[in-house]
């Protein structure tokens, strides 16, 4: 079992920045891929960013690229979320999940756990 807590979210306004961690404790944390996902209200959840066992790897969804960076430091048993020139759109409940294959995957069904999520609401 791997538990998953996130941390880091809140209200900011349009343009602003966040940095979401998510603290893993149980199992070896570098035998998981990582990913972050969203969901807003009335919608489907979404695939933002994911990273391999080691942090050489990453990828990201078309509406996050050049402005969200996914980092880890398996030393500490923590994934991050680098957030830069949020936008309202980006308002969701942000769960980090961990997958045991060694690059994850853009979708949630490919995952095993999951935190309980962080609120991020973006300002206009």
């Known amino acids: 079992q791997v538990q998953l807590v996130e941390s880091g979210g809140g209200l900011v306004q349009a343009g602003g920045s966040l940095r979401l961690s998510c603290a893993a404790s149980g199992r070896t944390f570098s035998n998981y891929a990582m990913g972050w996902f969203r969901q807003a209200p009335g919608k489907e959840r979404q695939f933002v960013a994911r990273?391999?066992?080691?942090?050489?790897?990453?990828a990201y969804a078309d509406s996050v690229k050049g402005r969200f960076t996914i980092s880890r430091d398996n030393a500490k048993n923590t994934v991050y979320l680098q957030m830069n020139s949020l936008k309202p759109e980006d308002t969701a409940v942000y769960r980090c999940?961990?997958?045991?294959?060694?690059?994850?995957?853009?979708?949630?069904?490919?995952?095993?756990?999951w935190g309980q999520g962080t609120q991020v609401t973006v300002s206009s």
């Open positions: 990273i391999n066992w080691s942090g050489s790897s990453t």
């Open positions: 999940a961990a997958a045991t294959t060694e690059y994850g995957s853009s979708r949630s069904q490919d995952y095993d756990y």
